[in-house]
DNA sequence: CTTTGCAAG
DNA sequence: CTTGTAAAG
């Protein structure tokens, strides 16, 4: 396999390194707040095959490196993961050879999807240390391909999905779209694959599931990304065809987001949601040793997330 | 009169404060470089009356307060004139009470002209401590009032005429507009007004007048600003109509601009436009103390330029 | 190169 | 509130 062995990639400083916690102001019910910092396992044992993935929504890469703070170089040297996967990178196909330039040494395989129908709009990419064994942009299975949601990569054990759900809009004006048409078609796609090897399927999945996963789950039934059909097909599309919520699944009753907006100060307030995932395959669910949130990476109105998966 | 004596005018800081000389390294055939530390007169004697107007394209009057660095505010305590005349604020009509909360006190007469065509474009100000007889936005004669390019304010002894004239954009394709539409409707503006009381016209007059008004005058001869189009209507409607360049009759052979493109880094290299004029009714030509550039003050592609006039 | 407005989230 | 566009200078 190419995959690395578990020395170089548990090396990872993310279990030494301060992350501060984030405050969970008010858990709800009798929900616990998930702290990066103690809601964590151990690393695994030396010699165990491994895979690190991480899922960040930038929010426009290019905005993201002038930070400097957190560019994936850092996040790479904290984190040190395999392979990253990106959403809203918010660039043009004519913008991609220059941000290449920026990869650090060693994540040779990189693969962008760039919307050629709205500029600057959506986007994704997977950014790898390993070679995959073939890659797809898009699903192939209809006229969705568009907008550069999807890359999907494939690797000895598992299939990779990175994708950009569509927001459903001010005045959920995308929202029919989005269940009849987007999220079908994806579970189509996923189902495909899954005929073949298991899936690993990541990205901003643009729906909180469930009230733990959303601050003010009465107030927003009517919002882009919590409304019933959302979270319905959510569970239909998804969860019901036999895909695990790693994260849910590892902290039940544990409140963590990924997703603070930036319109209400929403980071500072705690104000947040869930809203980027990993979910895997039935069959591969048992081998992930640590699905996780890094609440304190700034740059975008998202966090990352990571997924550590034995082989 | 309500014009202030000379004693409260002319503390000014602005000849004893540490300008910094603008280096103007190529001064061309044998022209001399404006120098604002050295090339102003003394002050004027105690208890001669005068007034001092200053013009400042700001280039978007909310990015420059945004700076702080040079409001309105610390420009006035620098400079301590009685009158600001603004082009190019970009304000929209529903931003302008908002900013005038941003004035000093003692600047109570606020003028505020802005596009209602195109929203966030163009926009003319005059702020002043003097109340004016009366106050004119446009010029009445035909219809290009939309764009907010002129505010004319009547006082004691001279009209004073604000203006941000069109320019004449990409490929020209405005130059016909401006030479014939818009130079000839101002000309007749002043004319009209000229005929009760001097005038005093100041603003962006987007045209570099003579070969030592622009850099690299060979190379601009069909750019908007320096063509002969522009330059002879100028000389046409402007100074041979009885209007006498006030810079230029103190200063003749003296390179002094005012303007510097940000696209080419212009500021640092000089490569600068003189854009920004006083002209006065040949009647009050005499009148003029002072009139000078400021090219230290940053926050916008121009620089402000003053005016001291003895009444 | 920078400001502005606009669409989108 | 912030990221992208585009128009304008």
Chains 1, 2 share one sequence.
């Not at 165990?48 to 040297?77: D, H, I, P, Y």
Request: charged share 25%; proline share 5%.
């Amino acid at each position: 396999s190419e995959l690395l062995k578990t020395e170089e990639i548990i090396s990872s400083p993310s279990q030494s390194e301060p992350w501060t916690v984030l405050a969970h102001k008010k858990p709800q019910k009798d929900w616990k707040a998930y702290n990066p910092k103690t809601m964590r396992p151990p690393p695994l044992p030396e010699g165990t095959k491994c895979v690190k993935v991480m899922t960040w929504n930038v929010n426009g890469l290019r905005g993201l490196l002038k930070f400097e703070s957190f560019s994936a170089l850092q996040l790479a040297q904290r984190e040190n993961f395999d392979i990253l996967c990106l959403q809203e990178t918010k660039l043009q196909v004519k913008d991609v050879e220059e941000i290449k330039k920026t990869l650090i040494d060693g994540y040779d395989h990189s693969f962008w999807s760039c919307s050629v129908s709205k500029l600057g709009y959506s986007g994704t990419a997977i950014i790898s240390r390993i070679k995959p064994l073939s890659v797809r942009y898009g699903t192939g299975l209809s006229g969705h391909d568009t907008e550069g949601r999807i890359v999907t990569a494939e690797f000895d054990s598992f299939y990779l999905i990175n994708t950009y759900v569509p927001n459903s809009g001010d005045g959920l004006k995308r929202l029919s779209y989005r269940i009849e048409e987007w999220d079908r078609t994806l579970s189509n796609h996923i189902k495909e694959l899954e005929k073949s090897k298991p899936v690993v399927l990541t990205g901003d999945l643009n729906c909180a599931h469930e009230e733990i996963d959303i601050f003010n789950p009465a107030g927003n039934k009517r919002s882009a990304g919590f409304t019933i059909e959302e979270r319905q097909s959510f569970g239909a599309n998804l969860l019901d065809k036999g895909f695990v919520d790693t994260f849910r699944k590892q902290h039940p009753g544990v409140v963590g987001y990924t997703y603070w907006g930036y319109r209400h100060g929403g980071r500072k307030t705690n104000k947040g949601w869930r809203l980027d995932y990993f979910l895997v395959s039935q069959s591969i669910a048992a081998n992930v040793h640590d699905s996780y949130i890094l609440p304190d990476i700034n740059g975008s109105d998202h966090c990352p997330i990571g997924l550590i998966l034995k082989l």
